[in-house]
């Protein structure tokens, strides 16, 4: 028996490819940790601007909640429903591939919300320049996503977050207006800034559609050394003492033996010192001078480089090759890095698996569990709670996505909030724009 039409969706198909298949929604309702599913109505393939923002207005117009979706590779639910919501319509931004032409003066380029790291990477190089932001999924992970959640990755040392790099969008607000601006210029001192507002607010504010991003000149030739040490104080002394003044750090990161264990055992790789040791800590800079007695490998042609950093960048994936795991992204002051670690792993019951890496100078920690019950919070509420005695924030580079809405005030103070919430109500005042995500449910009256 055929179901009923949904007029909704009717008109949608009148404005852009959009599909109900329910195996094509079920794939789009469900992130990459597999924790966080929920239902769609439809999923929206644009291939223009003027395309969002019909289905915007669209949607906007029938009170239909919508989420914006790049690659998908979000680990906090930010891009999906959450399970006990209304059946919501996806945004798919991947086919807003358009890449301009790079501003080689400016150090610039204009890139489409669906264009991926990995091609915006080679898109940069292929003009001598290079893009700051890099991350494992950059395969996968587009410039619209990456934007939208204030991504981090590997080069903040030396980058600074996608903040740092955005020097205009192109954003559609939720009832179809359509703001641009793109013109990328170094100083442009007008007004509020529309672009800072967008960046980190997970589609909550609005649809991007193309950023201006800024590129940098590409950094000298790099060598890499992976080094044992006892504890994460060790490691940030190793860093100091390895890198010479006027030496260009390029990355500091850090895996604990559990992880380590993991991406040799998943990605077949033999273990890189004869010597385990409770952390590894990966450098990469342009010159490095380490102390005699450091137990570590180094890497200088691009094979033992990319070979190297496969011991901390495939972390994630191994992780995952355990099950449905909870993946915790949280940051301390640099001095609270040994307290924060060891604190984590003292509040794992028996049955979890715990595996700690992340960006060492950022003092960034991914806590990756295994083990648990997927819907089993109070783990994740701990390390939350601990993170905040430390004085660090629950949210690091991940963003807030639906997993951690509802500890948002651990980090932000009410007055924050209640600002964040007025922001929203002004752009989207009936709240079709990704509900559930970032801010948590209004306290009840």
Partial sequence: MASAADPLVDTLRTLATTTDDPDICAAHGQDWTRRFAGPVRAVVRPKSTAEVAGVLAACNAAAAPVVPQGGNTGLVGGSVPGPHDSPVVIISTVGLADLGVVDELGRSVTAGAGVTIADLHAHAESAGLVYGVDLASRESATVGGTVATNAGGIRVCAYGMTRAQVMGVECVLADGTVASRLVGLPKDNT???????????????????????????????????????????????LVRRSVPSGAVLMGAEVVDDASLTLNCEHGGLPRPLAKAWPYLVLIEASELDPPDDVDAVAGEDAADKRR?????????????????????????????????????????????????????????????????????????????????????????????GRAKAAWLGLSRSPADVAVMRRIKAALDPIGVLNPGAVLPPPPAR
Avoid: C
């Fill in 191 to 237: 007004g509020y800034d529309i672009a800072a507002l967008m960046t980190g607010s997970e589609g909550t504010l609005g649809i991007i559609t193309a950023v201006r991003l800024r590129l940098h000149a590409p950094p000298p030739d790099t060598m890499v050394m992976l080094a044992g040490v006892d504890d994460l104080a060790a490691a940030m002394a």
């Fill in 308 to 400: 190297l950093w496969r011991y901390r960048e495939d972390s994630s994936e191994s992780a995952s090759s355990q099950g449905v795991v909870h993946k915790l992204d949280i940051s301390v002051p640099l001095a609270n890095l040994d307290a924060l670690a060891d604190g984590v792993r003292a509040l794992m019951p028996a049955q979890a698996h715990v595996s700690i890496f992340g960006h060492l100078v950022d003092g960034n920690l991914h806590v990756e569990i295994a083990g648990l019950d997927p819907d089993d919070e109070s783990i994740d509420e701990g390390v939350l709670e601990l993170t905040t005695r430390l004085g660090g924030a629950v949210s690091a580079e991940h963003g807030v």
